[in-house]
């Protein structure tokens, strides 16, 4: 089955800086990878995400790149601010009615 | 538009007593209905999944069961709650023509 791995587990930056969280995945069939935000206390939210016929894609301070050949796909949060801080899963599946696999999250830290 | 809900938020319960958390969907029709459980605050543990009404998939043998009497109702259940059952509970949803996953707000379950 797929395995998603996501790093870094925690990352700290100051207001403004950029963060960028990396998973990589296992399954070659996998064709479907979004990225979920989750806030303290509530179920997690897709915030953004990308098919395999494209390597790129962007929604205003977030975007994130997928390369298909080393099997590894980054969300990058640019000009951060505090209201960025939460957990981020990334995951992938075949799409379709196929069960996403998560990673185990990304607690992003943003300090004003 | 769809929605989930899901209750309740918040519930502290004895060991040994009965659970039962409910989750139902809204703005669309047999969807794919899922119960994730996350301990510490991390990682997202897929429990149950159910393709249609009386259609149940275990993913990982437990004190909890799930059912699903009507095509947007998913419950999960457990005859005598554990202090392992501790946690928050996620139920999910998709559409089988649309990958992406919709959560809801997730109950806080403490076992004491």
């Known amino acids: 089955g797929e395995n998603v791995e996501q790093h870094p587990s925690t990352l700290s930056v100051q207001e403004g800086d950029s963060a960028v969280i990396k998973c990589t995945y296992s399954d070659s069939a996998s064709n479907y990878f979004p990225w979920y935000k989750q806030e303290l206390g509530k179920g997690p939210q897709l915030i953004i995400d990308i098919r395999s016929n494209v390597g790129e894609k962007k929604d205003q301070r977030i975007a994130v790149t997928l390369n298909k050949t080393a099997k590894h796909f980054s969300l990058h949060i640019t000009e951060t601010q505090p209201e960025d801080s939460a957990v981020y899963f990334c995951a992938a599946s075949k799409g379709g009615s196929y069960i996403p696999t998560f990673g185990r999250g990304t607690s992003l830290i943003v300090h004003p | 538009s769809q929605t989930i809900h899901q209750w309740p938020a918040t519930l502290v319960q004895p060991v040994g007593s009965p659970l039962s958390l409910e989750c139902t969907v809204e703005g669309t029709s047999n969807p794919n209905l899922y119960w994730y459980r996350q301990a510490a605050g991390r990682g997202l543990q897929l429990l149950f999944y159910?393709?249609?009404?009386?259609?149940i998939s275990s993913e990982v043998p437990q004190n909890l069961s799930a059912s699903r009497p009507q095509d947007r109702q998913f419950i999960l259940s457990s005859k005598k709650l554990l202090l392992s059952d501790s946690g928050f509970y996620l139920c999910a949803f998709h559409t089988g023509a649309n990958e992406k996953l919709f959560f809801g707000s997730g109950t806080q379950l403490s076992v004491l």
């Open positions: 159910s393709v249609g009404i009386g259609q």
